[in-house]
């Protein structure tokens, strides 16, 4: 998989950008705040609608355009998939309107001319995204490893999105009633039906959940060892917080370095104890007015040679993982696809020693469709750069180095 033709209008600090897109590597050369970041930020948006920068959609139109009455930023890619050529757009339209003056902010998505659901267009294409805030992922709260895996499991798995979206809308019918019955009080009962929702649904993400989380390990600690030359192990502990897997009374629980594998649960061994567990915590949930156990509230942490790397990782200790997450997300994409994403990686190889940049850029050589952008294109081999085209990026322009 990887894009033919890219063409921008008002998005971000692009008001018009249209450019054929050769296949390996690119390099995006510029100085800061000349558009390198928003160049894949828009690419990525084609693959999960959603951008890790802006809080709300209205942000990335661009803001000049922005001051009309009606402006619209528009993301085009024409894009090869099994050797067959689709074309990809998405329009963010702001509209202002005429009474009280306020606007409001939709969008649009077609595949070949088609007009779709966000929900069904996901997955169509593909990308993985490395940003170096993304590092948050790993130390920063439980909500930014959930978004993680919710973005990821999304492209590959077709109905997740769908899944997901019914999840959060019961638990917050749900929460609305535990809150009611918190301050009013009624029949606990009327929760029976909010419950078979949220069991249902929610069994589905934790069992999809066991399952990515135990692939992107397995191919995580082979990329963490490569990078750091056999001297890091590197492995994920997925932490639901209703945990399928049987504990016998007075069990202690294993510490988090310890693997524990859930793989041989069935959605209905899942659905079951999430149930019971329900009910058992129903006086606590409508004490705290809150649903106190599911997906919504899993925890995932990363630790190197057994060290949690949320808590006690260096920078350097911290963004290498990342990335091994990051190349490991790629390949597992591919395992369950058969497609190559296209990869996106922002300042992939700031902060990195020599022996890693180098360790890096060699697995990249060969990987297909990649855009790197850098402000110093003297961390890249003198072979890397000799094997990639280089653009060169200013004030929402791009050329192309000879």
């Known amino acids: ?97 005429g009474i009280n003056g306020s606007s409001r902010i939709r969008k649009e998505i077609l595949l070949d001319g088609i007009k ?6 996901v997955g169509h294409f593909m990308a993985v995204l490395f940003l170096p805030q993304m590092v948050e992922v790993i130390e920063g709260a439980p909500e930014e ?21 019914d999840y959060s809308q019961t638990l917050s019918q749900r929460n609305a009633l535990l809150k009611q019955l918190q301050e009013f009080g009624g029949d606990v009962g ?36 490569e990078l750091t030359r056999g001297e890091a192990i590197l492995r994920l502990s997925y932490q639901p917080a209703y945990d399928p897997l049987p504990q016998n009374p007075g069990q202690f629980p294993l510490p988090i370095e310890d693997p524990v594998d859930r793989r041989g649960l069935s959605i209905d061994d899942i659905q079951k104890g999430f149930t019971q567990r329900l009910k058992n915590q129903r006086s606590a949930d409508i004490a705290r007015g809150a649903t106190t ?23 350097g200790q911290v963004r290498t993982a990342m990335l091994s997450l990051k190349i490991a997300e790629l390949a597992w994409m591919k395992e369950k696809t058969n497609h190559s994403p296209v990869l996106l990686l922002d300042e992939a190889l700031a902060e990195l020693d020599p022996t890693r940049r180098e360790d890096l850029l060699d697995r990249l050589t060969n990987n297909g469709q990649t855009l790197l952008t850098t402000t110093d294109l003297e961390l890249f081999t003198p ?18 180095e000879t």
């Open 1 to 97: 998989m990887h894009i033919n033709h890219l063409s921008l209008t008002n998005f971000r600090n692009f008001t018009r950008l249209d450019l054929d897109v050769p296949n390996g590597p690119v390099l995006v050369v510029g100085a800061n705040g000349q558009g390198k970041t928003c160049l894949l930020e828009a690419i990525y948006y084609l693959a999960t609608f959603t951008s890790f920068h802006a809080f709300h959609d209205r942000e990335l139109v661009n803001f000049l355009a922005a001051r009309e009455s009606l402006a619209v930023g528009r993301i085009v890619a024409q894009f090869e998939r099994e050797s067959e050529q689709h074309r990809f757009e998405v329009r963010i339209i702001k509209e202002t309107n």
């Open 116 to 121: 779709m659901k966000m929900g069904e267009a």
């Open 145 to 165: 490893r959930r978004r993680f895996l919710n973005l990821a499991m999304s492209q590959v798995m077709p109905g997740f999105g769908r899944t997901l979206a």
């Open 190 to 225: 009327q929760l029976d039906y909010w419950d078979e929702l949220l069991v249902s649904k929610g069994s589905e993400l934790i069992y999809g959940r066991i399952h990515t989380v135990h692939d992107l390990a397995r191919i995580a600690a082979r990329n963490h060892r």
């Open 293 to 315: 156990v599911g997906p919504h509230r899993d925890e995932l942490r990363f630790l190197e040679n057994g060290i949690d790397l949320g808590v006690y990782g260096s920078r």
């Open 383 to 400: 072979e890397f750069v000799g094997k990639a085209k280089v653009w060169k990026v200013s004030d929402g322009r791009i050329k192309l």
